[in-house]
């Protein structure tokens, strides 16, 4: 009955932890309190926090923090990670030595490359935000291909849909996206330029 299936689950969900800790040097702040699938995969010294769910065939590398309230999903996660508080991460790919959260949203086979960052309410859909770029605040980057060293300012979007079809957006190296731009897709933004604060990008910028 539901009683003896929910007493089943947490008695296999406390071997896996148990396991991980005794084979994968994987440290539980409180084991009884993570939900870690069986066909998961861990580095060594990582640490997972209280009400962390790690679901699927997810893998996580070595000597990452995995805070309070975050879900992996069928993800891939690189050495050296940090997610913060409060996560959601499905179908995507975090680098080595990225920062996300708290409150993150990765999916649609998001690709964060190793250096990167999102911070508070960001969302990545199918994006590859590139090596060492950063995105902190309150943004939404959807079909989008993002270069190294980009800074995304606060409460940019990357208007994706005309309500037909989705549309990419391709911004370089080394660009300073100003807080509030809309980039009208589809639309590219060159190597080292900038936008000013609210601007509306309709058509391409060059380098």
């Excluded at 605040?137 to 800074?151: R, V």
């Excluded at 100003?178 to 509306?200: I, N, Q, R, Y």
């Amino acid at each position: 009955d539901r009683e003896q299936l929910a007493e089943m689950e947490r008695i296999v969900r406390i071997r896996v932890n148990h396991r991980l800790m005794r084979e994968s040097g994987v440290t539980f702040i409180d084991p009884n309190s993570a939900y870690i699938s069986e066909r998961a995969k861990f580095g060594r010294d990582t640490v997972i926090y209280p009400n962390v769910t790690v679901e699927g065939t997810s893998e996580i590398g070595s000597g990452c923090i995995i805070r309070p309230g975050t879900r992996i999903s069928n993800s891939k996660i690189g050495d050296g990670v940090e997610i913060l508080d409060n996560c959601l991460i499905v179908d995507s790919e975090v680098g080595n030595t990225c920062k996300v959260g708290p409150m993150a949203h990765l999916r649609g086979n998001a690709v964060m490359t190793e250096g990167s960052k999102v911070g508070n309410f960001v969302e990545l859909k199918k994006t590859v935000l590139g090596k060492g770029s950063k995105a902190s605040h309150l943004t939404y980057l959807g079909d989008a291909t993002i270069g190294e060293k980009t800074n995304i300012g606060a409460g940019t979007i990357t208007c994706n849909y005309d309500g037909k079809n989705k549309h990419q957006t391709e911004i370089g190296n080394n660009v300073r996206i100003g807080s509030d731009t809309m980039l009208v897709a589809p639309v590219k933004v060159g190597d080292g330029a900038s936008t000013g604060a609210g601007s509306v990008v309709t058509k391409d910028i060059e380098p």
